[in-house]
């Protein structure tokens, strides 16, 4: 995908990787970015900060009616929409024990939020014939989030439906994308580390901590190149073939990696 021109909308886009996609799809060229965010007032600071182009909307991914309205307003404001990036995302920390409010959410927003945001844009693309869906979906789910069950549980979800559309859609003009950074510099991971928690622990000793800036160079070049695995660290698809040939020695591995960082 060439960005230039383009009509774009980003969800979660009111920091870290959504922001950092934001002003990128400015840099080369698009038409019009849509800065969505559950936080009204850092989608606001993240469009003023790209300038015309974007346009900040408040947006609870969680909402099926909120995505749907979402869509219908920005084709009607627009005409169309090239680039849907279903970026939102959450953590919970935990293990079996986070309850089932935790466990909902982390299924509403990191899954069901993907859903919602293909049903409603699908139509517009698929009478167009074409358009990209980018999903972030995390290393997490194509290897495993050490600490946090949910997490793991439901980006795997994630990368699996992604998949299951690239392989419905691509021969009717859709690209799908799947965008699986593994330690990326934002409050996520800075949050988790400050508070102990050993899945941050074990992603900030597994390979470098990228900025968000990064991963956007490396969200850009996966575009371009229309792949559907995007792995802003590339060591993440050795990981991810080491895992597919020898799972117990993978998991050995990890649970080596966790006796290591555990008091």
């Given at each position: 995908m060439n960005l230039?021109?383009?009509?774009?909308?980003?969800?979660?886009?009111?920091?870290?990787?959504?922001?950092?996609?934001s002003r990128r799809f400015a840099a080369e060229g698009a038409a019009a970015i849509v800065v969505a965010d559950l936080n009204a007032e850092a989608a606001d600071a993240v469009a003023e900060s790209i300038g015309p182009v974007a346009h900040a909307i408040a947006l609870d991914v969680t909402d099926e009616e909120q995505v749907r309205a979402l869509v219908a307003d920005t084709e009607e404001r627009y005409?169309?929409?090239?680039?849907?990036?279903a970026n939102a995302g959450v953590t919970t920390g935990g293990g079996v024990e986070v309850d089932d409010t935790g466990w909902d959410r982390a299924w509403r927003v990191n899954v069901l939020?993907?859903?919602?945001?293909?049903?409603?844009?699908?139509p517009g693309m698929l009478a167009r014939g074409g358009g990209h869906l980018l999903h972030t979906c995390s290393a997490a789910g194509v290897l495993t989030a050490?600490?946090?069950?949910?997490?793991?549980?439901?980006?795997?979800?994630?990368?699996?439906?992604?998949?299951?559309?690239?392989?419905?859609?691509?021969?009717?003009?859709?690209?799908v994308s799947a965008l699986c950074p593994q330690g990326v510099d934002t409050p996520m991971l800075a949050d988790g580390i400050a508070e102990g928690h050993l899945g941050a622990r074990v992603v900030a000793a597994?390979?470098?901590?990228?900025?968000?800036?990064?991963?956007?160079?490396?969200?850009?070049?996966?575009?371009?190149?229309?792949?559907?695995?995007?792995?802003?660290?590339?060591?993440?698809?050795d990981y991810a073939r080491r895992r597919a040939e020898d799972p117990d020695?993978?998991?050995?591995?990890m649970r080596k990696l966790i006796r290591r960082l555990t008091p």
């Open positions: 230039t021109d383009r009509i774009v909308v980003v969800t979660g886009a009111g920091g870290g990787i959504g922001a950092a996609l005409g169309r929409i090239d680039l849907f990036c939020a993907h859903v919602y945001s293909a049903r409603a844009v699908l050490v600490g946090d069950a949910a997490y793991t549980a439901t980006k795997h979800a994630s990368v699996g439906f992604a998949e299951w559309l690239a392989i419905t859609y691509r021969d009717r003009g859709i690209r597994s390979g470098a901590v990228l900025t968000p800036d990064q991963v956007a160079d490396a969200a850009i070049a996966g575009l371009a190149e229309e792949r559907f695995l995007i792995l802003p660290h590339p060591e993440v698809a020695g993978w998991q050995a591995g």
